[in-house]
């Protein structure tokens, strides 16, 4: 069974640019979760779908940051414009249980470097 | 002051060791307790996962809830080279899947 890709694995932007992060969450789970980690700080959450409708985006830090889940399958993120403080690593994350916190299965994140 | 405290190490020990790694928070209101494995450059990785105070174990793997105190523990069994990576303790308030994580501990078993 696949886990949950994302790509790019890597990405190096401008400030000012806008860069666009994609998640394909495990085939059959509804709910994918987007969470990031900034230099020297904890992985802190972003946004969880239900499918493809937003359940909780009480993380998302500004309106620079826009997430999709077009059809209830992959998700896209995007920042636009990026600032140099959006650099550090985005997850992405999927499970297929509700009322079960915590089992979450991880991307293996995209590394964003905002210069 | 952070929510959830977690030392970050690095924390080594010799092949064979016990391994306690540790975490305290403020919020009494975390119900659910987790423990993730992290290699380098890949994503975190459910190890354990308990529900409200008590002790839970798993092969070599046992984590301990202690709710009064607002501490958590994991401890590892005769550990081995394989389980060198960062351990993150995380936490949710209710069965919803917003975690708050730890800044994790960098564990490195040497043979």
């Known amino acids: 069974e696949a886990g949950v890709t994302q790509f790019p694995s890597h990405s190096v932007i401008e400030k000012g640019q806008t860069v666009t992060l994609r998640c394909d969450p495990i085939?059959?789970?509804?709910?994918l979760y987007w969470y990031r980690r900034v230099m020297g700080k904890e992985i802190k959450f972003l946004l969880h779908?239900?499918?493809?409708?937003?359940?909780?985006e009480s993380g998302m830090p500004n309106n620079r940051f826009l997430a999709e889940r077009t059809g209830g399958t992959y998700s896209t993120l995007k920042v636009q414009p990026a600032e140099l403080e959006d650099s550090g690593v985005y997850f992405c994350?999927?499970?297929?249980?509700?009322?079960?916190?915590?089992?979450?299965?991880f991307g293996s994140g995209t590394q964003l470097s905002v210069l | 002051q952070k929510e959830v405290e977690q030392d970050p190490g690095p924390l080594s020990v010799p092949e064979g060791a016990i391994v306690s790694l540790n975490c305290t928070y403020s919020?009494?209101?975390?119900?659910?307790f987790m423990w993730y494995r992290q290699y380098s450059r890949k994503g975190p990785e459910l190890l354990m996962y308990?529900?409200?105070?008590g002790n839970k174990e798993d092969g070599r793997f046992t984590a301990q809830v202690d709710k009064s105190s607002k501490y958590i523990s994991l401890f590892i069994r005769d550990s081995q080279p394989s389980d060198s990576a960062t351990y993150l303790c995380?936490?949710?308030?209710?069965?919803?899947?917003?975690?708050?994580f730890g800044g994790g501990t960098r564990l490195m078993v040497k043979p």
């Open positions: 919020n009494s209101a975390f119900q659910y």
């Open positions: 308990t529900y409200s105070s």
């Open positions: 994350a999927s499970s297929q249980e509700t009322g079960h916190p915590g089992k979450l299965f």
């Open positions: 085939s059959g789970h509804d709910n």
């Open positions: 995380a936490m949710s308030l209710n069965a919803g899947n917003m975690l708050t």
């Open positions: 779908f239900v499918k493809e409708s937003k359940q909780d």
